[in-house]
């Protein structure tokens, strides 16, 4: 089947998926999420001022209108005014995202290429002591909390040594480059231990196949047979594994942004779920689901780029 | 071989460029932090302290605090003085100040900011009021303004609010005179003009930028923001065009003695710039604040240890590097409250014991190391009605007492009490306070459950009346025993402010003539003799009043930790040469 007519297909799922997601979001809302009035009136909230703003928002009209304005939100892209801030969350969300990715971004791409060649090389290696020291090495990383991970290199980097800034974030290349260096490195190391044993995992998967018995047999080279042939055939697993980690990127990273005092989206679900501000958990929640269905879509066709015996349908 | 090159090439430009830099500067800049987001600086959503602080850099109001006076005093700030008041008290008649102006902005004609006059301060008062705007500070006006509340509800059902329908009781009677008629008498509502809901905003600029006016500040105030950007990081610039406003000439003696009139008659704003920063964790607050990168802070609760000695004194590490310690008493206080619609708590014995049982030094030491003030009542320290000497006979920790209180409630031992119920908010302290509270009470046989609630599902619980008892704390809204003592008061029962809904007869006789008091020895005397009675009644468990303990570097002059922040960075100043030599040894 045509490339484009595939992910054309699978992108129409697009429609089912945000009208079950809708549901969700709504029923969870008015089942469990506090009174929103409340929240945004504080202590000072009284009945009449809550019946108020209960109809300033809307939340007296019939969950039905409700559920279809939720609806015509999330096809839209409209997502309104945040509850708590009053702030247009696509701004919200735009000037989120940029700090967020500045921190992410190159964090996730070096770790990538560090994770791949070393665990390339444990896999050249396999059954020695080089690569039992590096398994030790990837699950002590593994077993740190990544809090003690922030707290340690704040303290002894950033301000014993001063090799860093301490926080901040200053807008634009390359002024942000000094206040995300530190979280960067952290993200990196955070991410070595688990992504050096999965990566690891599958290429051993396939260096104990058949035709690697045979590429052998033939006279290639270890080096020859792990990155020509081995490589090739354990990215299926690999892109799954990372492009589907593309999208939640723009996350960024709650606790790093936090103590780095980095303007991210990190912290932007969390203290809308603690707010009861219902629009931004909608928008968040309605743009997950779409970057995961198309960033889906998007690991699909490299399949068919990376190994020519998948067939899309 | 490509990729490898790009790796190195990025992990240089990342250590390279990570190291730290200085940047020398001949300006006044106050760096100041904050610990939670700004959302916005609409005034009248400004509902929150960091908010509201960072409204009162650019927007003014009628009146403010004296920054060197305690207690607190109201003094004119755009106003010209303190208001004409009636012989009944319920009209207030002001002379707005001539010649203020408003920031730039293109909003004006040519962007020039126009003259400030009384009918701004109309318009910012219908601005609270409106019912489209949904304004979390209304509850300050809600019944208090003739007229008010009733264009409030004619406009709830239209589809745009008719601005330019007169209000009875809120009228620019010429240019510069301003005139409010009260609906009641309430000496409190001078304090209502201090408060950043009341500033004056420029209907220019709110037409102008719509629902964005919360992202373009444009006040009369010392400093500007031309945009809000919802970034970690607002950084302010002196208001070239600010009118002239003086350092003030007196101040009471504890701050005459710290020499805090040096700057006395020195044109407002001390500094250039004010830089606040958002940082939500206590680590690198603290961390930056030593390396110079903040001018004060609140002493972070794990840091305790390492920056006071076991006297509560400064550090003899911190003393070195020239940072100073302050303490100010807040004006809050933390309690227990009873739901006194259960007939159990109608029981002032069973109060007693459980009061008499709970150890409020211990909790004093888990839960804020040690430096708060155990409360004896309700009004806090720094407010007329609070007795310095008084100390409460129902106070813990007295077990035998507790316990005889206890027999004599009916209830020995805690034989045939029923388990009580504790609600308090999902934090982790207050979940830990909740723990401390239910060993307390175990001590006398007292059995407790406890229940935590997100915040609104408490406030729920409490409206409801089906709490049976919660812990809490009330901060100042004004620096008047009002503002506290109406926590107690019976009219206000749930879904009022009285969350406990006790119900004193005698206590609301004795309100309701205070409340209508101007300020006065005779008010005073009333105040205390409540405070007696909220005393001696245990209608709640007292718990502490808060002190901030806050450090700060040598080179920031006029600082004092005060719970009324708004409008403070125009007084504060930064000795640049001492912040040089200072600087190089952090």
Redesign the interface.
């Given at each position: 089947m045509n490339i484009y007519v595939y992910a054309f297909r699978r992108i129409l799922y697009v429609i089912p998926v945000l009208l079950g997601v809708c549901l969700i979001i709504f029923v969870l809302f008015n089942l469990v999420s506090?009174?929103?009035t409340?929240?945004?009136?504080?202590?000072?909230?009284?009945?009449k001022?809550m019946q108020?703003?209960r109809h300033?928002l809307g939340l007296d009209r019939s969950y039905f209108i409700q559920y279809l304005d939720i609806v015509k939100s999330a096809f839209t892209f409209d997502f309104g005014?945040s509850w708590?801030?009053?702030?247009?969350i696509i701004?919200?969300i735009k000037?989120?995202a940029g700090p967020s990715l500045t921190v992410t971004v190159?964090a996730f791409?070096?770790a990538l290429?560090?994770s791949l060649?070393v665990a390339l090389f444990v896999a050249f290696y396999r059954g020695s002591w080089f690569d039992r020291i590096a398994v030790l090495i990837c699950v002590a990383l593994m077993s740190i909390p990544s809090l003690a991970y922030i707290?340690f290199a704040?303290?002894i980097l950033?301000?014993d040594l001063?090799?860093?800034?301490?926080?901040?974030?200053?807008?634009g290349f390359?002024n942000f480059?000094?206040y995300v260096?530190?979280p960067?490195?952290i993200w990196i190391v955070l991410s070595i231990g688990p992504d050096v044993r999965f990566y690891r995992t599958v290429i051993l998967d396939e260096v104990y196949m058949d035709y690697v018995r045979t590429a052998r047999a033939k006279g290639l080279s270890e080096t020859v047979i792990l990155f020509k042939h081995v490589l090739k055939n354990a990215m299926i697993p690999i892109i799954t594994w990372v492009v589907i980690a593309i999208p939640f990127l723009i996350l960024g990273a709650l606790l790093l942004e936090?103590?780095?005092?980095?303007?991210g989206l990190g912290g932007i679900t969390l203290?809308a779920i603690?707010s009861?501000d219902f629009p931004v958990v909608r928008a968040m929640t309605v743009l997950s689901a779409v970057a995961y269905i198309v960033f889906s879509v998007i690991t699909d066709v490299l399949y068919t780029l990376v190994d020519p015996r998948v067939r899309l349908k | 071989m490509k990729?490898?090159l790009?790796?190195l090439a990025?992990?240089g430009?990342?250590?390279n460029?990570?190291?730290?830099?200085k940047v020398d500067s001949s300006e006044k800049v106050l760096n100041l932090v904050v610990t939670a987001?700004i959302?916005?600086l609409?005034p009248i959503?400004a509902?929150?302290r960091y908010s509201s602080n960072e409204v009162a850099r650019v927007y003014e109001g009628l009146l403010e605090y004296h920054y060197l006076k305690r207690p607190y005093t109201l003094v004119p700030n755009l106003a010209e003085s303190l208001p004409e008041v009636s012989a009944d008290g319920f009209t207030y008649t002001f002379k707005i100040k001539q010649g203020v102006f408003f920031h730039d902005d293109q909003a004006f004609p040519g962007g020039k900011g126009r003259e400030l006059t009384a009918e701004d301060f109309v318009y910012s008062i219908k601005r609270l009021a409106d019912?489209?705007l949904?304004s979390?500070g209304?509850?300050l006006l809600?019944g208090k303004i003739k007229g008010l509340n009733e264009w409030r509800d004619s406009n709830?059902s239209k589809a745009a609010v008719d601005y330019s329908e007169a209000i009875e009781g809120l009228q620019a009677v010429d240019k510069y005179t301003l005139r409010f008629v009260l609906k009641k008498n309430f000496p409190q509502f001078l304090y209502s003009l201090a408060m950043t809901f009341t500033v004056a905003v420029p209907k220019e600029v709110v037409e102008f930028y719509g629902?964005?006016f919360?992202?373009h500040p444009v006040g009369t105030g010392p400093f500007i923001l031309p945009i809000f950007?919802?970034?970690?990081?607002i950084t302010y610039t002196k208001n070239p065009k600010f009118r002239t406003k003086l350092f003030p000439s007196d101040a009471s003696d504890e701050y005459k003695k710290l020499g805090y009139l040096d700057d006395a008659g020195k044109t407002l704003p001390l500094v250039d710039k004010v830089v606040v920063?958002?940082?939500?964790?206590d680590?690198?607050r603290w961390?930056?604040f030593?390396?110079g990168?903040l001018d004060y802070i609140a002493i972070p609760k794990d840091n305790f240890a390492s920056a006071l000695t076991p006297s509560r004194t400064l550090s003899d590490d911190l003393a070195k590097k020239g940072i100073q310690l302050m303490i100010e008493p807040s004006l809050d206080v933390t309690y227990t409250a009873f739901n006194h619609e259960n007939p159990l708590f109608k029981n002032i014995k069973l109060r007693r014991a459980m009061s008499l049982a709970y150890d409020v030094n211990k909790s004093n030491e888990l839960f804020y190391n040690g430096t708060a003030l155990p409360a004896q009542s309700v009004i806090p320290p720094g407010i007329a009605g609070y007795r310095h000497d008084y100390l409460s006979p129902w106070r813990g920790l007295n077990l035998e007492k507790a316990k005889q209180q206890l027999t004599e409630a009916g209830y020995p031992n805690g034989k045939g009490l029923p388990e009580i119920t504790y609600d308090c908010p999902s934090s982790t302290v207050s979940r830990q306070m909740g723990e401390h509270f239910k060993s307390q009470m175990e001590q006398i046989g007292v059995r407790i459950k406890v229940v935590q609630n997100?915040?609104?599902?408490l406030?729920?619980k409490i409206?409801n009346k089906t709490v049976q008892t919660y812990g809490i704390a009330w901060g100042a809204d004004y620096p008047d025993a009002e503002n506290f003592l109406q926590l107690l008061y019976g009219p206000n029962k749930t879904?009022?402010?009285n969350g406990s809904n006790y119900d004193n007869p005698v206590f609301n006789e004795m309100f309701a003539k205070a409340a209508i008091m101007q300020d006065s020895p005779e008010r005073t005397a009333l105040y205390e003799k409540l405070n007696l009675m909220a005393s001696d009644e245990v209608p709640w468990i007292y718990g502490v009043h808060r002190q901030s303990y806050v450090l700060h570097h040598s080179w920031l002059k006029n600082y004092i930790p005060t719970d009324f922040e708004s409008g403070q960075a125009q007084y504060l100043n930064v000795d640049l040469a001492m912040k040089k030599a200072v600087s190089a040894k952090l």
């Open positions: 506090p009174d929103p409340l929240m945004m009136l504080g202590k000072h909230a009284n009945l001022q108020e703003l300033e005014r708590s801030t009053k702030q247009e701004e919200m000037n989120g190159p791409l070096v290429i560090i060649i707290l704040q303290k950033a301000y001063g090799l860093f800034e301490i926080s901040g974030y200053e807008q390359p480059i000094p260096a530190l960067c490195i936090s103590f780095f005092g980095i303007p203290n603690n009861a | 990729l490898a790009i790796f990025t992990m430009l990342l250590l460029v990570g190291c730290t830099k987001k959302k916005g609409d959503y509902d929150d019912p489209k949904q979390t209304w509850w809600d709830v629902k964005e919360l992202n950007e919802q970034s970690n990081k920063t958002v940082l939500e964790e680590q690198p961390l930056n030593q390396k990168n997100p915040w609104p599902d406030q729920k409206n879904p009022g402010a």
